[in-house]
């Protein structure tokens, strides 16, 4: 995330992976039916779902199917009682099959499933085993289901036929067919279907384990809802049994599923797709294809009658599973409780010696080993630090010692795309595995210097590409509020890990709707500031310009107490120099905290936000009306808006911002494991969905990144006018009007509001307004003018007080306190590789990464700009100002023959009074470094001073200025 960059990219919110990517590949392990259907399989192998059901289907057959949800019948339930279940250990065996090596245990009900696809057809089979490990009879109730569409209209799936001949789903039915229609069909089974149809095999009416009826299959009453006949839960079909199991009893249910292509291409008619599917579903359920099971095995299935089977005699069939882990309940060697603690409850309690940052950083520690791994963990964190207790240890000698401050002592977790310079920083990738950064990003030091812990780095999307999901090599993301549901992307481990109680803030970035999106599925608050209020030094790219680094937070006054520590001037970002951050921020955030901010303001609303779209719940438009009618009787005033917002040209060429931004971090980090961005584009540690094949990175020149930022300027002046030609404060977006989508689907997250922050570079604030009719966390976004941070962070605040409740994560309950017990450390491991390749990819005209070649001569050429020119100056004594820089080379020149002769001129100002005057010389390394004492008569009582840095050029690079630091000299 590079303060230097392009505007070729702004096309889209959730900023996508390298367009070059040649052809569709696979992270996970993946089976082809015979006509031609790839099933992606949600297994053990990266990223580590590991639930069984199936992430995506060629042709979206199905956009996720065969996922697993059982409730128990016992007065204490489970917490994962009626999520989707997960943690099988399903390992491919490299044929066609996946079995689990680890069952699960559901309140005494221990779960396995096995998976088998048929190659030479079109079919998958799962069979599901529940064996009472308990000494009384067991209720349970199991649901198997999952997405067959999306959308309204021609994208939402029906019923189209079933073994009953109607569309009317009964217990008479042994299968049932799903298709998306076109608007052409003239019957449900005359097609053509937009995309593939698909079937489920339910077994043999009548039996022990016949169906029992449908339900949508999502974690709000999965067993006591009721399809509807349209809307987008009509697309969520859960498939419900009810059976009681008697101790020591083991029983097993098969379904299949069978899918067909789409019906949009010449070579396959209307209505074929959909006949062969039906053809497939129908003799699978008079003869279940069951060959390969032990006699053991099929005589514990309840849903099929099995001719021929003689089951007298037979034993119970012994697993070939390592059964769960006997755990006791999971303990706190910490005193302190944290769960739902804000920053500032947390500072209170330690100043008021009611806790201390050790306990609190245990509390964490144990809720993250409790919470975050094992077969249920969300898989928030990639590294935990292994000092993270020492470092609480100095924070408490500290305050001890007298220090003080907002985050003395608060544990933060942080993005792993932040260079830390005691952990590595992985980007989410293997690719940067084991990288260490050699220094702390400016805002990691910052909170370093402010007393904060980092308590570890959080997990999030692989080189934060998708605003769905957050999945790397070491798991994807789960929602610590819905934990069926995807935490969203690509900031989702740092979003997850606040909401989970595993921190009492994080830090995440945002190139499309990366903070804004976690924010809101954590029930929690973030700002994208305005291009330049906080620096992007030190922190991985995905889009140059366009990313932004800052703070997830529990509420508006914590938020406000650490933007009072991240944002500001850092004179090795040249967003925040150019922009004068320090000028333009509050100097106290907290001072923005007004409850009656909102009265009399006029907020804007775009026509069609707060209606029910097409994946929306109307419960969550319903809770947005209520709040806006609740702002218009505390004084609001709505305007609705009219016109549009009109983008600029894109750049000529539309040169690569996404490369760019790789450039401008190899140039910055001198321990860059890699020498040139096509190495890390093209690697074959990324994975494999987000690798390109065609890494044919291209440097910007400095005409084009000036272009970009010209563009950026001119985008904020046309989003400027519109809210003046609409006599707006600011405008007011809703943010999630879904649910959040399970997990294990590779096509949906929710749909959100359209707030163009990230396009444009302009604040939006981000405040939890409580939950919907389904437990879902809502929130609602204020977006204003460039440099109107401030004033939304007031609004926010405002918005907080009127509408917002704290939304705990119910299904991680607080943990027992155990002082006896013995502290667990967290480990964190990668999920294993998968054992089948990507599907081949397109041969690459750039095989092997090319590096251009350096310019032998700078002199030859007509001086340019450098790519940056640094500066920091830091205090040796109570006068003694050691200012030290580097000038960053654009491609093409050594540092022998750039810098060579080249001028530095460092002026220390008290107020418009020059105090000093120094040259210094560039060094071979390009680097300077200048030192002055101060008279203390020269200063006239001046507590602060100003040092002005100024490169004066040479032969090969224009002058150019670092801008100002001010420097206490008290």
């Given at each position: 995330?590079?303060?230097?960059?392009?505007?070729g990219?702004l096309?889209a919110?959730?900023?996508?992976?390298?367009?070059?990517v040649?052809?569709?590949?696979?992270?996970?392990?993946?089976?082809?039916?015979?006509?031609?259907?790839?099933?992606?399989?949600?297994?053990?192998?990266?990223?580590?779902?590991?639930?069984?059901?199936?992430?995506?289907?060629?042709?979206?057959?199905?956009?996720?199917?065969?996922?697993?949800?059982?409730?128990?019948?016992?007065?204490?339930?489970?917490?994962?009682?009626?999520?989707?279940?997960?943690?099988?250990?399903?390992?491919?065996?490299?044929?066609?099959?996946?079995?689990?090596?680890?069952?699960?245990?559901?309140?005494?009900?221990?779960?396995r499933?096995?998976?088998?696809?048929?190659?030479?057809?079109?079919?998958?089979?799962?069979?599901?085993?529940?064996?009472?490990?308990?000494?009384?009879?067991?209720?349970i109730?199991?649901?198997?289901?999952?997405?067959?569409?999306?959308?309204n209209?021609?994208?939402?799936?029906?019923?189209?036929?079933?073994?009953?001949?109607d569309?009317?789903?009964?217990a008479?039915?042994?299968?049932?067919?799903?298709?998306?229609?076109?608007?052409a069909?003239?019957?449900?089974?005359?097609?053509?279907?937009?995309?593939?149809?698909?079937?489920?095999?339910?077994?043999?009416?009548?039996?022990?384990?016949?169906?029992?009826?449908?339900g949508?299959?999502?974690?709000?009453?999965?067993?006591?809802?009721?399809?509807?006949?349209?809307?987008?839960?009509?697309?969520?079909?859960?498939?419900?049994?009810?059976?009681?199991?008697?101790?020591?009893?083991?029983?097993?249910?098969?379904?299949?599923?069978?899918?067909?292509?789409n019906?949009?291409?010449?070579?396959?008619?209307?209505?074929?797709?959909?006949?062969?599917?039906?053809?497939?579903?129908?003799?699978?359920?008079?003869?279940?294809?069951?060959?390969?099971?032990?006699?053991?095995?099929?005589?514990?299935?309840?849903?099929?009658q099995?001719?021929?089977?003689?089951?007298?005699?037979?034993?119970?069939?012994?697993?070939?599973?390592?059964?769960?882990t006997?755990r006791?309940?999971?303990?706190?060697?910490?005193?302190?409780?944290?769960?739902?603690?804000?920053?500032?409850?947390?500072?209170?309690?330690?100043?008021?010696?009611?806790?201390?940052?050790?306990q609190?950083?245990?509390?964490?520690?144990?809720?993250?080993?409790?919470?975050?791994?094992?077969?249920?963990?969300?898989?928030?964190?990639?590294?935990?630090?292994?000092?993270?207790?020492?470092?609480?240890?100095?924070?408490?000698?500290?305050?001890?010692?007298?220090?003080?401050?907002d985050?003395?002592?608060?544990?933060?977790?942080?993005?792993?795309?932040?260079?830390?310079?005691?952990?590595?920083m992985?980007?989410?990738?293997?690719?940067?595995?084991?990288?260490r950064?050699?220094?702390?990003?400016?805002?990691?030091?910052r909170?370093?210097?402010?007393?904060?812990?980092?308590?570890?780095?959080?997990?999030?999307?692989?080189?934060?590409?998708?605003?769905?999901?957050?999945?790397?090599?070491?798991?994807?993301?789960?929602?610590?509020?819905q934990?069926?549901?995807?935490?969203?992307?690509?900031?989702?481990?740092?979003?997850?890990?606040?909401?989970?109680?595993?921190?009492?803030?994080?830090?995440?970035?945002?190139?499309?709707?990366?903070?804004?999106?976690?924010?809101?599925?954590?029930?929690?608050?973030?700002?994208r500031?305005?291009?330049?209020?906080?620096?992007?030094?030190?922190?991985?790219?995905?889009?140059?310009?366009?990313?932004?680094?800052?703070?997830?937070?529990?509420?508006?006054?914590?938020?406000?107490?650490?933007?009072?520590?991240?944002t500001?001037?850092?004179?090795?970002?040249?967003?925040?120099?150019?922009?004068?951050?320090?000028?333009?921020?509050?100097?106290?955030?907290?001072?923005?905290?007004?409850?009656?901010?909102?009265?009399?303001?006029?907020?804007?609303?775009?026509?069609?936000?707060?209606?029910?779209?097409?994946?929306?719940?109307?419960?969550?438009?319903?809770?947005?009306?209520?709040?806006?009618?609740?702002?218009?009787?505390?004084?609001?005033?709505?305007?609705?808006?009219?016109?549009?917002?009109?983008?600029?040209?894109n750049?000529?060429?539309?040169?690569?911002?996404?490369?760019?931004?790789?450039?401008?971090?190899?140039?910055t980090?001198?321990?860059?494991?890699?020498?040139?961005?096509?190495?890390?584009?093209?690697?074959?540690?990324?994975?494999?969905?987000?690798?390109?094949?065609?890494?044919?990175?291209?440097?910007?020149?400095?005409?084009?990144?000036?272009?970009?930022?010209?563009?950026?300027?001119?985008?904020?002046?046309?989003?400027?006018?519109?809210?003046?030609a609409?006599?707006?404060?600011?405008?007011?977006?809703?943010?999630?009007?879904?649910?959040?989508?399970?997990?294990?689907?590779?096509?949906?997250?929710?749909?959100f509001?359209?707030?163009?922050?990230?396009?444009?570079?302009?604040?939006?604030?981000?405040?939890?307004?409580?939950?919907?009719?389904?437990?879902?966390?809502?929130?609602?976004?204020?977006?204003?003018?460039?440099?109107?941070?401030?004033?939304?962070?007031?609004?926010?605040?405002?918005?907080?007080?009127?509408?917002?409740?704290?939304?705990?994560a119910?299904?991680?309950?607080?943990l027992?306190?155990?002082?006896?017990?013995?502290?667990?450390?967290?480990?964190?491991?990668k999920?294993p590789?998968?054992?089948?390749?990507?599907?081949?990819?397109?041969?690459?005209?750039?095989?092997?990464?090319?590096?251009?070649?350096?310019?032998?001569?700078?002199?030859?050429?007509?001086?340019?700009?450098?790519?940056?020119?640094?500066?920091?100056?830091?205090?040796?004594?109570?006068?003694?100002?050691?200012?030290?820089?580097?000038?960053?080379?654009?491609?093409?020149?050594?540092?022998?023959?750039?810098?060579?002769?080249?001028?530095?001129?460092?002026t220390?100002?008290?107020?418009?009074?020059?105090?000093?005057?120094?040259t210094?010389?560039?060094?071979?390394?390009?680097?300077?470094?200048?030192?002055?004492?101060?008279?203390?008569?020269?200063?006239?009582?001046?507590?602060?001073?100003?040092?002005?840095?100024?490169?004066?050029?040479?032969?090969?690079?224009?002058?150019?200025?670092?801008?100002?630091?001010?420097?206490?000299?008290?």
């Open positions: 995330m590079s303060s230097r960059t392009s505007l990219a096309a919110l959730t900023v996508a992976a390298a367009a070059a040649a052809a569709p590949a696979h992270a996970i392990n993946y089976i082809q039916a015979a006509n031609g259907i790839t099933w992606d399989v949600n297994d053990a192998a990266m990223p580590g779902l590991d639930t069984g059901s199936i992430r995506a289907t060629t042709d979206s057959a199905v956009l996720s199917v065969a996922g697993l949800r059982v409730s128990v019948d016992q007065p204490a339930k489970h917490r994962m009682d009626g999520e989707l279940l997960r943690g099988f250990g399903l390992t491919f065996d490299g044929v066609d099959a996946f079995t689990t090596t680890k069952a699960v245990d559901l309140g005494g009900i221990e779960i499933r096995q998976v088998r696809f048929e190659r030479t057809a079109t079919w998958g089979r799962w069979l599901d085993s529940f064996k009472n490990t308990t000494s009384s009879p067991r209720a109730k199991v649901t198997f289901g999952g997405i067959f569409g999306q959308n209209g021609e994208n939402q799936s029906e019923i189209v036929d079933s073994s009953t001949g569309t009317a789903v009964t008479a039915d042994s299968w049932v067919e799903h298709a998306t229609p076109t608007a069909a003239t019957s449900p089974t005359s097609g053509p279907s937009q995309n593939g149809p698909s079937a489920i095999v339910l077994g043999t009416p009548g039996t022990r384990g016949a169906l029992t009826r449908t949508i299959f999502s974690s709000h009453n999965p067993f006591g809802s009721t399809l509807p006949a349209d809307g987008f839960d009509a697309n969520l079909r859960g498939y419900i049994r009810t059976l009681t199991l008697q101790p020591g009893e083991t029983v097993s249910l098969v379904h299949f599923v069978v899918v067909g292509r019906e949009r291409d010449a070579a396959r008619p209307a209505g074929t797709q959909i006949a062969a599917v039906r053809t497939a579903a129908a003799a699978l359920a008079s003869a279940p294809v069951l060959d390969d099971l032990s006699v053991g095995q099929k005589c514990t299935i309840v849903n099929f099995v001719a021929g089977l003689d089951c007298s005699t037979v034993t119970a069939p012994q697993p070939e599973h390592d059964s769960p006997v006791e309940t999971p303990v706190t060697t910490s005193p302190y409780d944290v769960v739902g603690k804000t920053l500032t409850q947390l500072q209170a309690d330690m100043a008021s010696g009611k806790t201390t940052s050790q609190i950083v245990r509390a964490y520690l144990d809720r993250i080993a409790a919470y975050d791994t094992g077969q249920f963990g969300l898989h928030s964190f990639i590294k935990v630090a292994d000092d993270a207790m020492a470092q609480a240890k100095a924070a408490d000698e500290a305050r001890a010692a007298g220090k003080t401050g985050l003395l002592g608060i544990p933060v977790a942080v993005k792993d795309l932040y260079d830390t310079k005691d952990m590595p992985t980007h989410g990738s293997l690719v940067f595995e084991g990288y950064p050699q220094k702390d990003a400016f805002q990691v030091a909170m370093r210097e402010a007393g904060a812990i980092i308590i570890g780095k959080t997990n999030m999307s692989e080189f934060a590409n998708s605003g769905r999901h957050s999945e790397s090599p070491w798991g994807q993301v789960w929602n610590a509020i934990p069926s549901s995807t935490s969203q992307g690509s900031s989702g481990g740092s979003g997850a890990s606040v909401a989970a109680s595993f921190a009492a803030f994080s830090m995440g970035s945002q190139t499309g709707v990366s903070l804004y999106a976690p924010s809101a599925a954590g029930g929690l608050v973030s700002l500031g305005t291009d330049g209020l906080s620096s992007g030094a030190g922190v991985a790219p995905l889009t140059f310009l366009q990313d932004y680094a800052g703070p997830i937070a529990r509420t508006v006054t914590d938020l406000a107490k650490i933007l009072n520590v991240t500001g001037t850092d004179p090795e970002d040249v967003g925040t120099v150019q922009a004068d951050a320090d000028a333009k921020r509050p100097k106290d955030w907290t001072t923005m905290l007004k409850a009656d901010a909102l009265k009399g303001a006029k907020i804007g609303l775009v026509p069609g936000q707060f209606t029910t779209p097409s994946y929306g719940t109307q419960g969550s438009i319903d809770r947005y009306n209520a709040i806006i009618a609740q702002l218009k009787t505390a004084g609001v005033e709505f305007v609705d808006m009219t016109g549009s917002v009109a983008a600029p040209p750049l000529p060429g539309n040169p690569n911002l996404g490369h760019e931004g790789w450039f401008e971090w190899i140039r980090h001198p321990n860059s494991p890699y020498a040139h961005p096509n190495e890390i584009i093209a690697s074959p540690k990324k994975l494999p969905y987000n690798r390109s094949t065609t890494a044919n990175a291209i440097d910007m020149t400095d005409a084009q990144v000036q272009a970009a930022r010209d563009r950026r300027t001119a985008y904020k002046e046309e989003w400027a006018k519109y809210l003046n609409n006599g707006v404060d600011a405008v007011l977006y809703p943010g999630n009007t879904s649910d959040f989508s399970d997990n294990d689907t590779a096509a949906l997250g929710a749909s509001g359209s707030p163009p922050t990230s396009n444009i570079g302009i604040p939006g604030m981000v405040v939890p307004v409580g939950l919907n009719d389904h437990g879902h966390p809502l929130s609602m976004q204020f977006v204003g003018r460039a440099w109107d941070d401030a004033k939304m962070v007031s609004f926010g605040y405002a918005l907080e007080q009127l509408a917002s409740t704290p939304i705990e119910k299904k991680l309950p607080r027992p306190y155990d002082a006896t017990a013995t502290p667990v450390d967290v480990e964190i491991e999920a590789e998968p054992t089948t390749q990507a599907p081949a990819p397109v041969p690459s005209t750039n095989t092997v990464p090319t590096v251009p070649a350096t310019v032998s001569s700078a002199a030859t050429k007509a001086p340019v700009l450098a790519r940056r020119f640094s500066a920091r100056t830091t205090r040796l004594g109570k006068r003694t100002l050691r200012t030290t820089g580097t000038v960053l080379l654009p491609s093409g020149l050594t540092r022998a023959s750039a810098c060579g002769g080249g001028k530095v001129q460092v220390v100002k008290a107020g418009k009074r020059t105090l000093s005057t120094r210094a010389t560039l060094g071979a390394k390009c680097t300077f470094t200048s030192r002055v004492t101060l008279r203390a008569a020269s200063l006239r009582g001046a507590s602060r001073v100003t040092v002005q840095v100024r490169f004066l050029g040479s032969a090969a690079l224009k002058p150019e200025s670092a801008g100002a630091t001010r420097v206490s000299v008290r």
